[in-house]
């Protein structure tokens, strides 16, 4: 929030912490911590990716200066080295605001986590059924989408949502399973799902390649995809992968506690 907000923030009787003790965690940085405190690894490299973090703003460590952006983007993606408990970002990628359909910035965000929760949004009407999307993907035809995420020179770009789709679930009473939409929707499913795999994978490699990292740790909530876990665990190159079983949010609380 803005600095006025920050000054009233700590002035309101509803905001009662006082002591020097507590200690404030970004949302990388405590995704982060979650899996590199509780990994069986004394060093290694760590991933997280996930539909939204932190804005800029309240990012507190240091990062490569070329990975710029607004103090209104998000965290999307953050690359670290770790030993012992000592972390360094070596990459992260913020997403910035992208004002859209009923003016909801996340559906509409450019970041691989947020494209996925769009998809799912689109075709199941709720934004967090990721897991259904990851199953229904199976069922589509390869290549009758077009590329939803591409890698273009490191660099990732999410082509804007367009009229294209035009078949959007809508949770009118309906029986979804009977669609006319199917589909369309089975192959939306695995063009999001491919596309989602090969950025992964692309991402984990240039961490060995650029590292020499032996050891993965991997947490955030595209981490509960556990069809790209696995080809990351087997085509990427370390040795040894380790997931933060707790990936999504609710792994936060375990990363805000070792980082204190």
């Not at 913020?94 to 949004?121: C, H, I, Q, V």
């Not at 080809?231 to 609710?250: H, L, S």
Request: glycine share 8%; aromatic share 10%; hydrophobic share 35%.
């Amino acid at each position: 929030p803005p600095e006025v907000e920050r000054g009233k923030r700590a002035r309101d009787p509803l905001f009662p912490v006082k002591s020097e003790k507590v200690r404030t965690s970004a949302h990388h940085l405590a995704h982060a911590y979650s899996a590199v405190a509780v990994s069986p690894f004394d060093e290694g490299v760590v991933m997280i990716v996930d539909g939204v973090g932190s804005y800029r703003s309240d990012v507190m460590e240091s990062f490569p200066s070329a990975d710029v952006a607004t103090p209104l983007a998000r965290e999307s993606e953050s690359y670290y080295k770790f030993k012992g408990s000592t972390l360094e970002c070596l990459k992260k990628v913020f997403m910035e605001p992208d004002r859209g359909f009923l003016s909801d910035e996340f559906y509409n965000m450019p970041g691989l986590g947020a494209l996925y929760s769009r998809a799912s949004t689109y075709i199941f009407g709720d934004w967090n059924k990721c897991g259904e999307l990851m199953g229904l993907a199976p069922y589509g035809r390869r290549d009758q989408v077009r590329h939803l995420l591409e890698l273009d020179n490191g660099k990732l770009r999410v082509p804007h949502w367009t009229t294209d789709f035009k078949q959007p679930y809508i949770q009118d009473g309906s029986n979804w399973e009977k669609s006319p939409a199917m589909r369309h929707w089975e192959d939306l499913a695995w063009r999001v799902q491919d596309d989602t795999e090969n950025v992964l994978l692309a991402r984990a490699r240039w961490l060995r390649e650029t590292t020499g990292a032996r050891n993965l740790t991997i947490a955030g909530g595209v981490a509960l995809n556990c069809v790209a876990n696995g080809r990351v665990a087997r085509e990427a190159g370390f040795d040894n992968v380790w997931i933060q079983p707790a990936a999504g949010d609710d792994g936060i609380a375990i990363g805000c506690a070792y980082y204190g």
